[in-house]
């Protein structure tokens, strides 16, 4: 469904990735791991054709994006769901409002079957009832559904989700990763998530890829990368802070 | 400036840097403008986010355009009553007001206000909007951040300013008369009757393309600035502060030029 090759992309001469490959099938989810500050964003940000690759390709179902742009990238674009960092909700809007807008800017559906659709993903989401709250009112895990509800209204074939759990307790993570699985068991999309929840991500992901200096270091099923014999990666999901893994 | 003496040939690359940069950067400020005129003419128009801009500029405007409209109104009224009254020719008080008002004034000071109240918060929420992936958001919803946030921003500058002007040049009016007629004892015949006499339709004119003008100007700048903005809050406060500046001195020095074009 997606291949990265030789993905290679510097900031102001400062190498970021340094020729990533990665292969996701369809219908799987992949996690991608790796230090903070490792370039995973910047990779997310070129399947989403907002950042350009200095060299490389990048193949979403069968179509090179790596050079596209206007409406043909658009046209890749509309079967993507995604989850930022931060939500990037829009704080202009409710809660609803934000959820019903890829609905009412990108269909022709009518005003109650749009109202119809948003509520239920925010019910899916653990949220029915808070749809007229704004996004500052709201705490950083309910933001968090509130970003996965408004990239799933639209039934996306490919979902990105950049670190949907980061800073959130326990519970809500095991809550969020049970959302996200039961989600994807219903509607089947293909997930790239970028995630530091480890050990938890093994229980949710069928492949996990490690990013480390600019390359994918490994990828495979998540069992064979918990027990892969690479010191970077038993380094990285032991928290171990001695092994060869330097800070950066 | 010792070590340039010693080395003439790294001034030259640092003017020439400079330059570059410069002439840099007002290509990326005009292909934005281009853009956003294109946009601007094709559809799919906006309508929900134009009536939400004009709110936002306009109407959020309002009570500040009222208040310095009518202070400089009184303070004109004031001045030029004394200067004219050095002449006895306190007659032409009405004309006189009017015509700086409409001509200079009214246009200038509203398009620097309105950069105030709502320019400054134009830049800052689509700075935000930037820094906080919304932008993003938009743009990998496939939906065009220039039809959402810069086109309308602009269209509503065109429609608010010259009505934002005509409401500070109508209550200026009225703060002169009110210094005029009510305090310093000229009647009301002579206020408003001279000023039908001695302004014309091109006096208006010439108010209207300054308003509209600014209106294009000042929410282009904002738009560019925010839409632009640099890294982390600190990236937002300098975009605001150098949006404000940039367009006061624009409209300062466009004013200029267009009272030299439009006589
Ligand atoms: N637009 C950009 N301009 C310059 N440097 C950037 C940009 N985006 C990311 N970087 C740099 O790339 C590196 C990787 O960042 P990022 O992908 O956000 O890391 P993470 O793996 O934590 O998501 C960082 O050093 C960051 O400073
Ligand atoms: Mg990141």
């Not at chain 2, 200026?172 to 206020?191: C, D």
């Not at chain 2, 890294?231 to 466009?254: D, N, Y």
């Amino acid at each position: 469904m997606i291949r990265v090759e030789n993905l290679r992309k510097s900031f102001g001469g400062q190498p970021v990735l340094k020729g990533v490959n990665l292969e996701v099938n369809r219908g799987e989810i992949m996690i991608v791991i790796g230090q903070s500050g490792g370039g995973k964003t910047v990779l997310l940000k070129h399947l989403l054709g907002l950042l350009r690759a200095d060299a490389g390709r990048i193949v979403v179902a069968g179509v090179d994006i790596t050079e596209l742009r206007g409406e043909a990238l658009d046209a890749v674009r509309r079967r993507y769901g995604v989850v930022f960092q931060g939500g990037a909700l829009f704080d202009s809007m409710s809660v609803f409002d934000n959820v019903a807008f890829p609905l009412r800017e990108r269909t022709a559906l009518g005003r109650a079957e749009i109202a119809e659709r948003a509520n239920a993903k925010l019910e899916q989401v653990g949220l029915g009832g808070m749809g007229e709250k704004n996004p500052a009112e709201i705490s950083g895990g309910m933001r968090k559904r509130v970003a996965i509800a408004r990239a799933l209204v639209t039934e996306p074939e490919i979902v990105f989700f950049d670190e949907p759990t980061t800073g959130l307790d326990p519970v809500l993570v095991n809550t969020i990763h049970g959302l996200i699985v039961d989600l994807h068991a219903k509607f089947a999309f293909t997930a790239v998530m970028v995630s530091h929840e480890i050990p938890e991500i093994f229980k949710i992901a069928q492949k996990v890829a490690m990013l480390y200096d600019g390359r994918i270091v490994e990828a495979g099923p998540a069992e064979a990368i918990q027990n892969s014999p690479n010191p970077v990666i038993q380094q990285f999901i032991r928290g171990d802070p001695e092994g060869p893994i330097h800070l950066r | 400036m010792t070590t340039w003496a010693a080395r003439p040939v790294d001034l030259v690359a640092l003017v020439g840097r400079a330059a570059l940069s410069l002439v840099a950067s007002l290509g990326r400020f005009g292909t934005f403008f281009a853009s956003a005129v294109a946009y601007a003419v094709t559809p799919p128009f906006k309508m929900r986010q134009l009536v939400g801009r004009i709110h936002f500029i306009g109407y959020n405007s309002l009570v500040i355009i009222v208040l310095t409209g009518a202070f400089t109104g009184m303070v004109l009224g004031l001045q030029v009553f004394i200067t004219l009254s050095r002449f006895g020719s306190e007659a032409f008080l009405g004309p006189a007001v009017a015509l700086s008002l409409i001509r200079e004034l009214g246009p200038v000071l509203a398009a620097l206000m309105v950069t105030g109240r709502a320019g400054s918060a134009l830049t800052a929420e689509i700075g935000i909007m930037r820094i906080t992936e919304q932008i993003d958001a938009l743009t990998v919803m496939a939906l065009n951040p220039f039809r959402y946030l810069v086109v309308p921003s602009i269209v509503a500058g065109i429609i608010t300013f010259p009505l934002m002007t005509s409401i500070f040049d109508v209550v200026g009016i009225f703060g002169g008369y009110l210094v005029g007629v009510k305090l310093l004892g000229l009647s009301q015949g002579t206020y408003f009757g001279e000023m039908k006499s001695f302004v014309d339709l091109g006096d208006v004119t010439t108010g209207v393309w300054k308003s509209l003008s600014f209106g294009v100007l000042v929410t282009w700048v904002c738009t560019y600035k925010g839409y632009h903005v640099g890294h982390g809050a600190e990236g937002v406060a300098r975009a605001t502060t150098q949006a404000v500046v940039l367009c006061s001195v624009l409209i300062l020095v466009w004013d200029y030029f267009l009272g030299s074009v439009l006589k």
